[in-house]
């Protein structure tokens, strides 16, 4: 289904599952719901920041700024105040670590690693092809910097994997 997401234009996108149900929200809004059953509980995965796994070749394509992880399920009301704190700029780091994620990374780096914000010091590493970091931020008035992602790069996170039990959001 076309989401009418806008070309080069700023969205804020985070996507819930609590156990077999699932909600992708676009500016803070629920876009699409449906059950998912294709998860299976009690895994333990590895986490990439844009992609999915290291056998699907799902990479994201465009820029990606302030991505974070939580092991549970954020509020629609939360949601919202993310997107509305990305839109003013108000305080939009210091919102997303009030509520706990277990990663935030900002990719706002131009060398080196892709640092963890949050307290659990989850670090990740670029991969060496179709990155391009430095890039402009997506936050309004932001002076931290985004990384563009070609289809193929990610950011990979070996210490951080995670048992798929109850609920996530990303």
Known sequence: ?????????????AATWEGSFETIWINGSAW???AQTAVTTGQTIAFRVSGRTEAD????????????????????ARIMAHYLAGIAYQNYSELILTDSPLGYWRLGET???ALDSA????HGSYSTVSVSRGQ??????DTDRSTYFNGSGFVHVASLTFPLNSAITM
């Open 57 to 76: 070749n799902a990479d994201w394509q465009g820029s990606l700024d302030e991505p974070a992880l939580y092991d549970y399920a954020v509020g629609s």
């Open 32 to 34: 699409q719901s449906q």
């Open 136 to 141: 402009n931020a997506a936050l309004y008035a």
């Open 111 to 113: 060398t080196g690693q």
């Open 119 to 122: 307290p659990n010091a989850y």
């Open 1 to 13: 289904t076309n989401s009418g997401i806008a070309v080069n234009t700023y969205t804020h996108l």
